[in-house]
Nanobody, 113 residues
């Protein structure tokens, strides 16, 4: 199973980015929750958002009301729309099939002040 993450970049504070995570396995995509995680320098990896196969979502408190996770079943892709970005959102963002060792390669998000 492969996860292809993309969409990172450099953005000013207050700006927006949309990350994409395309999963190669239709089977896993249809039965497993998918999460977006991030890891900032010298910090532990944390989960910022997750979505179940039925579309239920949850978010870390630090990103609630700013980030939105969604999924496109036809494209086997999970998105993370990030609005009102802050410098503290700067990190490498990873997607993961929750409960598995299947991870995307990471995409760097840098938010300048």
């Amino acid at each position: 199973v492969q996860l292809q993450a993309s969409g990172g970049g450099l953005v000013q504070a207050g700006g927006s980015l949309r990350l994409s995570c395309t999963i190669s396995s239709t089977y896993f995509f249809s039965i497993k929750s998918v999460g977006w995680y991030r890891q900032a320098p010298a910090k532990q990896r944390e989960r910022v958002a997750a979505i179940t196969p039925s579309g239920n979502t949850n978010y870390a408190d630090s990103v609630k009301e700013r980030f939105t996770i969604s999924r496109d079943n036809a494209k086997t892709t999970v998105y993370l729309q990030m609005n009102s970005l802050k410098p503290e959102d700067t990190a490498i963002y990873y997607c993961n099939i929750i409960g598995s060792n299947f991870w995307g390669q990471g995409t760097l998000v840098t938010v300048s002040s």
